[in-house]
Structure formats: structure tokens, C-alpha cells
């Protein structure tokens, strides 16, 4: 450790490395979930052209493919958010609607 600062390298014998991360993380509804399962699962719920509808991404309009969106995203942080914000959006609403 430098600082007092836990770093993703560290570890600690204790296993307090771990708690740490997970205190930090209880909050993030996409912490552990890839971004490739979360495109796989909007395109198996939505297909590309709805997704494309929904989200207005190029690489979701002109031959999409989960491999090229992949790399626009990662490397495309407003498009990503974007996706991820859907992604928490389907998932509220899927919740909503099983209530009823």
C-alpha cells in the first residue's frame, strides 16, 4: 500500500483488501457485470433495430455486431454511459412491471 491508499494491486493477508472494495462497490448496480453481458442481454431483449431506436448509436444502425459495438463503447465513454443507462432503465422497469 502507498499512503494509506488501497490500491487494486494491493492485498492484504486479511482479506481487508476485499471488504474494502466491496464497501466501495455496494452501491454500483453494474459492478461485476461486463459490458459485453449487458449489450448481449439488451440486443437478446431488444434486437438491434429497436436497441438502435432506443439508444441512437451508429454502431448499433450500420451493421451491428456485439463485437464492433464493443470496441466503439470501450473506447466511447458518453456512448457507454448511455448503455449502461439503459441497461439500469430495462432493468427498473422490468422490476416495476413484475410488481403489478
Keep these: 500500500m502507498n499512503g494509506g491508499t488501497i490500491s487494486p494491486f494491493d492485498s492484504a493477508q486479511d482479506g481487508t483488501h476485499y471488504i474494502y472494495i466491496m464497501e466501495q462497490q455496494k452501491n454500483n448496480p453494474l459492478h461485476g457485470i461486463t459490458l459485453q453481458s449487458i ?57 416495476r412491471n413484475k410488481d403489478k
Excluded: C, M, Q
Excluded at 64 to 86: G, H, Q, Y
Design 39 to 95: 449489450l448481449e442481454y439488451l440486443v437478446e431483449l431488444y434486437g438491434w433495430e429497436e436497441l438502435a431506436a432506443r439508444v441512437s448509436i451508429n454502431s448499433f444502425i450500420k451493421n451491428p455486431s456485439i463485437n464492433s459495438s464493443l470496441k466503439f463503447l470501450r473506447t466511447t465513454p458518453w456512448a457507454r454511459k448511455k448503455v449502461e443507462d439503459f441497461y439500469l432503465f430495462t432493468l427498473r422497469e422490468k422490476r
